[in-house]
């Protein structure tokens, strides 16, 4: 079931790839990415983390491999950002709490909602994390380039 | 090898309105936006882009300043477009490519048709949605009625775009063919269940281009247009659940 669920996820992100429009070429990179992405989660939840972290560390590494391939590829990090997250995003969660919803179920409702909401901002947070960090190093490295022409 | 200050700006605004309507983020097209002037030989370049619209002015050496602003209506989502306006700047910094040739590959970009037509890329949305059903452990009916939801989902698109449809109309309206599709399924075949068939539905409705570029806006600073589109990717968001909400509610 593990591989025919990790075939699936391959599949996912190179069809967002083509719904997105990617370069062509990169498709492979693009399901690679997902696949480490989701197999993080996976092993994360496995080892008893909770769903929040787990979408957290898979999305810190989209983020991180997301932008190691952008500068050997040459390419824009969205590129490789975008097919990598979408398996990670909690479809189920957000389809249970607006049946708790409907059904009158308010109380469950609200709890499986934060619960959505929260594994949301923790996808978000982990790219903002990653990407802040390649930031912060390409500005590093601008930084002490100028200062070596000043010193040549 | 004199380019003029109109000529200038009339490539550095193309290549920004280029990559504005195909979603790139804004750091990035105001960076395109001002290596491609200087490349072209403009002393000082400012560029200010927000989601609606590109503004630039650039001056030349002798002192004179041109000032543009171009409005961006419909905006798709074409990444390689990007990639391609992308490469285009490296390869005009590098001298590898001069004007003439610069402009033309531009407009040719502009208005070529890349990507994929109908049949693929319903067939990528369909995947997409038999693939999520899969991962929430659906039987293989369930699978195959999400791979069908997903691919009208699509066909949706199609019709919206023709129409030069509202913003958030087509979330909102494959939201509930897809609720739609799962209620039926549930109807017709009781033991199955409708959730896996609507959560794969909605997969290829999550915005994740306006969700990823609002996260790397804020960090670049650009904070117009990080809340605009974070609050474009939440009102995607609420326009789905909208529709799928409706249908479920006309059922119980």
Not at chain 1, 22 to 43: E, H, N, T
Not at chain 2, 103 to 131: C, H, N, Q, V, W
Not at chain 2, 158 to 185: D, N, P, R, T, W
Request: proline share 3%; charged share 15%; glycine share 10%.
């Amino acid at each position: 079931m593990l591989m025919v669920k990790i075939i699936a996820v391959l599949l996912i992100s190179a069809s967002v790839g083509i719904l997105y429009r990617i370069p062509r070429k990169l498709l492979l990179y693009v399901s690679f990415v997902g696949m480490v992405a989701w197999l993080i989660m996976y092993i994360t939840m496995r080892l008893g983390g909770n769903g929040i972290l787990a979408d957290f560390l898979a999305s810190v590494a989209v983020g991180v491999i997301a932008e190691i391939l952008a500068r050997i590829l040459r390419k824009p990090a969205t590129i490789f950002i975008i097919p990598g997250f979408i398996p990670l995003v909690p479809g189920g969660d957000a389809y249970m709490t607006m049946l708790y919803m409907v059904e009158g179920n308010y109380v469950d409702g609200v709890a499986k909602g934060m619960q959505t909401i929260l594994t949301a901002g923790a996808i978000a947070f982990g790219i903002f994390v990653s990407s802040t960090i390649f930031r912060l190093i390409k500005n590093y490295n601008l930084e002490s380039c100028s200062t070596d022409v000043r010193k040549s | 090898m004199a380019i003029s200050l109109e000529q200038m700006v009339s490539l550095a605004a193309l290549a920004g309105e280029v990559m504005l309507k195909n979603g790139a983020e804004t750091y990035r097209i105001e960076e395109t936006m001002d290596h491609m002037a200087k490349a072209c030989g403009a002393s000082t370049v400012e560029s200010f882009v927000i989601p609606t619209g590109v503004f630039l002015t650039v001056s030349d050496e002798v002192g004179h300043t041109l000032t543009v602003m171009r409005r961006v209506r419909d905006r798709t989502i074409n990444l390689d477009r990007i990639s391609k306006v992308n490469e285009l700047s490296r390869s005009l910094v590098a001298q590898r490519m001069g004007y003439e040739d610069a402009k033309g590959i531009l407009t040719s970009i502009s208005k070529e048709r890349t990507g994929f037509s109908l049949l693929p890329s319903m067939l990528a949305s369909g995947i997409i949605g038999g693939g999520t059903a899969v991962l929430q452990n659906a039987l293989f009916f369930e699978t195959l009625a999400a791979f069908a939801a997903a691919m009208i989902v699509r066909y949706i698109a199609h019709i919206v775009s023709k129409l030069h449809g509202v913003q958030f109309s087509f979330e909102f309206l494959g939201g509930m063919a897809v609720a739609f599709c799962g209620v039926l399924l549930h109807s017709i075949w009781p033991h199955l269940r409708p959730d896996a068939v609507i959560i794969g539905g909605i997969m290829p409705l999550v915005p994740g281009v306006a969700i990823t570029n609002a996260i790397r806006d804020v960090i670049a600073g650009d904070l117009l247009s990080g809340m605009s589109r974070g609050l474009e990717a939440a009102l995607t968001a609420a326009a789905v659940a909208m529709g799928v909400v409706i249908i479920l509610a006309l059922k119980v």
